[in-house]
């Protein structure tokens, strides 16, 4: 069983739709956890972020922890067509020194 | 503040040829990180250097893959001999102190083996 695991899409909704994506993991020590967003031929860039249990909310953004399921997600409100990318979640351990990350998911957002 | 620099950005060599890749990392991040993601997956950690020290390289494949920090700035990552299977893009990333917000990629070097 992998640590994160995500859907791999894609994704596909029309602008203006709000974008749901999810994840799961296994290690109850993860305490941080974290969104990356990833365009073509780029490196992951971080969005979000939040510790422990409960929701985090930037702009068009809210990330949202469930630590008793073990499960992230991530909504994006209004979206747009240059919110197409690859969303990757990623933990931390307390110990702060290994991301681990899941799969991504594919999202493309229809003008 | 500048940005990870990675170089080169693409690189296709022949299995069994050796490759080494560099990376800058932001002035003053004491922590560096070289990840690999495979098409279709997300980054795997390969190794993290803490200055010039390594702090994790237990997914490296020290067989073929070997990594170094001189004086705790710029870093490079060397395959040798590479196989099919090496085919990937190598990230490069940095960050002040370990925690969530401090991690900064690169661009990354696209490397295919043929």
């Known amino acids: 069983q992998k640590e994160v695991e995500q859907d791999p899409g894609p994704l596909s909704v029309p602008e203006g739709a709000i974008v749901s994506l999810n994840c799961t993991y296994s290690n109850s020590a993860f305490q941080y956890f974290m969104w990356y967003r990833q365009y073509s031929r780029k490196g992951p860039e971080l969005l979000m972020y939040?510790?422990?249990?409960g929701n985090k909310e930037d702009g068009r953004f809210t990330a949202q922890v469930d630590k008793s399921s073990k499960y992230i997600s991530l909504f994006i409100r209004d979206s747009q067509p240059s919110d197409s990318a690859t969303y990757l979640c990623?933990?931390?351990?307390?110990?702060?020194?290994?991301?681990?990350f899941g799969g991504g998911t594919r999202v493309l957002v229809k003008p | 503040e500048a940005g990870v620099a990675q170089s080169p950005r693409y690189k296709i060599i022949e299995k069994r040829q050796s490759v080494a890749f560099w990376c800058n990392p932001i002035s003053g991040h004491a922590t560096l990180y070289w990840y690999q993601q495979i098409l279709g997956q997300g980054p795997k950690l390969l190794i993290q250097f803490q200055n010039n020290g390594v702090v994790d390289d237990s997914q490296l494949p020290k067989d073929r893959f070997s990594a170094e920090r001189l004086k705790g700035v710029d870093s490079t990552l060397k395959i040798q001999p590479a196989k099919l299977e090496d085919s990937a893009v190598y990230l490069c990333?940095?960050?002040?102190?370990?925690?969530?917000?401090?991690?900064?990629f690169g661009s990354g070097t696209r490397l295919t083996v043929v």
């Open positions: 990333a940095s960050s002040l102190r370990q925690g969530a917000g401090g991690y900064t």
């Open positions: 990623a933990t931390l351990g307390a110990a702060g020194n290994k991301l681990t």
């Open positions: 939040t510790y422990s249990s």
